[in-house]
């Protein structure tokens, strides 16, 4: 079965260091993959996806994030963290099967240390 | 860009009442909207799926009884939780998708149901 991987259940970084948050996926088929960001009491945002095409992906707030076949991860980073990173993400992933649905990561909380 | 809106965000109810959370796909027709729930610091857990007209899929462990879901058309979805109990009591979430070919699901905004 289909599994995602995200290592870390807390990262801590200072502001405007860089972030890194890692993300694994368990398939011979590589899946459709997101990054998905909540903030507490809220529902989730997307901040990326990759179905086809070029590999590096760029969302929004200027997180990107890096589809590597080989190693089958999917890691966002982002340059400099800002405070309002602080929040929750989460990898998830869509087999390219018939299930329709996501499967997510067990989600990292993001730390941004003044 | 696609909106979904979940309604309530909070509600708090008594032990053995039932409530009722919608789900609506505001500026597109969602032909499939999933149901998950989060416990605190954990990621979320798909409950169930559903397809516009027809019977929602439960995930293994989850109580078709207790937690109704309803997509009697095709820009909203409901979760009954029915007769609740204090374990009950959770951050529910529900997400659209567009269409059959697209990948991408949209999602609400949450309701934390609490049962006292």
């Known amino acids: 079965a289909q599994s995602v991987t995200q290592l870390g259940s807390h990262v801590s970084v200072s502001e405007g260091a860089l972030v890194l948050l890692r993300c694994n996926y368990s398939s011979s088929v590589p899946p459709y993959l997101f990054w998905y960001v909540q903030y507490p009491n809220q529902g989730l945002q997307l901040l990326l996806k990759?179905?086809?095409?070029?590999?590096l992906v760029k969302g929004i707030n200027g997180f990107e994030a890096e589809f590597k076949k080989s190693e089958t991860s999917f890691h966002l980073t982002k340059p400099s963290a800002h405070m309002s990173d602080a929040a929750e993400y989460f990898c998830a992933v869509f087999p390219r099967d018939s299930s329709y649905k996501l499967i997510f990561g067990s989600g990292t909380r993001l730390l941004v240390r003044p | 860009g696609a909106v979904v809106s979940q309604h309530p965000s909070r509600v708090i109810c008594k032990s053995g009442t039932s409530v009722k959370i919608e789900c609506r796909s505001l500026?597109?027709?969602?032909?499939?909207m999933f149901w998950y729930r989060q416990f605190p610091k954990q990621s979320l857990m798909l409950m169930a799926t559903?397809?516009?007209?027809?019977?929602?899929?439960?995930e293994q462990g989850v109580e078709k009884d207790k937690f109704l879901i309803n997509h009697a058309s095709l820009t909203l979805s409901t979760l009954t939780v029915t007769s609740a109990h204090p374990e009950d009591s959770s951050f529910y979430i529900c997400s659209a998708r567009r269409g059959q070919e697209n990948t991408e699901a949209f999602f609400g905004q949450g309701t934390r149901l609490t049962v006292v």
């Open positions: 559903s397809n516009e007209g027809s019977k929602a899929t439960y």
């Open positions: 990759y179905t086809t095409g070029a590999t």
């Open positions: 500026d597109f027709q969602a032909t499939t």
